[in-house]
């Protein structure tokens, strides 16, 4: 075991101690300079970003892992920005009271939110990642390892050396220590530091299905994370074709490499001119669909019947292979499409094939979509909307440390209510177990709840 990485776990330890005792305004007062010194050095930061787009060219990196890379496409940095003040400003998570008992006169039990402690977070490809985890956990009183993916390195770098000069200069005023933030390069950092479960609380794996099962089956460290994000949409029959057509092109098309876009399109056969939703996929979106034998018997008639059946739509769709396109996320223009006779078709399909992440119907009929969102067992499940709001910015987080599959501790885009745990804190004056009965006293507990709104501690 690296002595090295027992160093830096150590350090987040007590670092993270420290900074669970600062002020919510010193927190936050330190994440807008960060954000100030992220912008002031948006051209070095554009400048390493350029560099790993350039290895990853020559590198041939997949496309949907080029396009996760580029800091500066659309409004990715400044919605990076945005979001570190997004957090800032977003209540305190630590110190809320969530219980609050009387357990006798002057014995008074609550339950409070506190810090998860020192964090592991492993990410591939997108470097903006590493300003939302450093926002989430000094927001939420958390040390934080980071280890960016070799493809982002240089990008990675230069965004942290900028954080953590931000966090040292300020160091004196602010009381926060610069261990709470610190970089790790290497796969063998990341194996030596998965065996420190002795000071790591929490592994935070953002990429993909290999990255994350590698992980999970390498510590005992509690594992938060998602492997796949094979998201489904269901058309009902009683669905809205607009809607539909509206829904299915943004959830496949407007970022198909995120993990919350749609990868399976389930379809009522009894659905009023279903196949208009197929083909506005492929002529607007230029979606390949992997469709079953039934699917493509029906499609193509449907399009021949209306005179619609262009080379380009016949060409756009392929023979699914069902023992793999239901079970797959391809992170590409490519849908996987099947029949299914119901509702409660649909959710059984789901429930087998799904990831768990987030799955939508599409309907007007009220117990339908009640029934579809009571069955799936997904951590998103949504009616008559996107997948692609799966996401911690737009669920008001600020942003997100990772969207967690799990059914315990945290569900679904994590952001700073799922840095925090609690802990009892028990506030007497002198009292001891002896005197009560269950531990040879006589003296009755009172256990009367308390308003949580006026306690304050």
């Not at 110190?95 to 609050?100: C, D, E, Q, T």
Request: hydrophobic share 40%; with cysteine; proline share 2%.
């Amino acid at each position: 075991m690296s002595s090295s990485a027992e160093s830096i776990a150590k350090n987040a330890r007590l670092s993270g101690n420290i900074l669970k005792t600062i002020s919510n305004e010193n927190r936050s007062s330190l994440l807008h300079k960060i954000h100030d010194g992220l912008k002031a050095n948006t051209a070095s930061i554009k400048q390493a970003n350029q560099v790993d787009l350039q290895n990853a060219l020559e590198n041939k990196l997949a496309d949907s892992l080029y396009k996760r890379l580029d800091l500066f496409k659309g409004d990715k940095f400044e919605t990076m920005l945005v979001g570190i003040k997004d957090v800032a400003a977003l209540d305190d998570p630590v110190g809320k009271v969530k219980l609050a008992r009387e357990l006798d006169e002057g014995l008074n039990l609550y339950q409070v939110t506190a810090p998860v402690g020192a964090l592991l977070v492993i990410f591939e490809s997108r470097p903006e990642v590493i300003a939302n985890i450093t926002s989430l956990a000094i927001k939420s009183g958390n040390a934080a390892i980071l280890k960016g993916g070799k493809e982002s390195v240089n990008t990675f770098r230069e965004i942290s050396r900028i954080i953590n000069a931000v966090i040292s200069e300020n160091e004196g005023t602010s009381g926060i220590p610069s261990g709470v933030i610190q970089l790790i390069e290497t796969r063998q950092d990341v194996s030596d530091l998965l065996q420190q479960d002795l000071y790591i609380d929490l592994v935070v794996p953002r990429g993909s299905n290999a990255l994350v099962r590698q992980i999970k089956a390498s510590t005992k460290i509690p594992v938060l994370g998602h492997a796949d994000g094979i998201c489904s949409i269901f058309l009902d029959k009683n669905a809205d074709l607009e809607k539909a057509k509206r829904i299915t092109i943004d959830a496949k098309t407007s970022y198909p490499a995120g993990c919350n876009a749609m990868e399976t399109l389930l379809i009522d056969p009894e659905m009023p001119q279903w196949w208009l939703v197929l083909q506005n996929l492929t002529k607007v979106g230029n979606v390949k669909l992997h469709v079953t034998a039934d699917v493509k018997s029906a499609y193509l008639s449907k399009l021949q019947e209306s005179g619609n059946l262009t080379e380009q739509l016949q060409n756009s769709v392929v023979d699914a292979d069902e023992s793999i396109d239901f079970d797959k996320e391809f992170l590409s223009l490519d849908c996987a499409v099947k029949f299914v006779d119901s509702t409660e078709q649909a959710v059984v399909h789901i429930n087998l094939h799904s990831s768990k992440h987030t799955d939508a119907i599409i309907t007007e009929d009220q117990e339908n979509a009640e029934y579809f969102m009571k069955g799936v067992d997904s951590s998103g499940v949504y009616w008559n909307a996107s997948t692609r709001f799966a996401d911690g910015f737009r669920y008001g987080f600020g942003t997100e440390v990772g969207i967690s599959t799990s059914k315990i501790h945290a569900r679904g885009p994590v952001g700073l209510d799922g840095l925090v745990s609690y802990q009892y804190q028990l506030r007497g004056n002198g009292q001891i177990a002896s005197d009560y009965i269950g531990s040879g006293g006589s003296r009755a507990f009172v256990h009367k709840n308390l308003d949580v709104s006026k306690v304050q501690i």
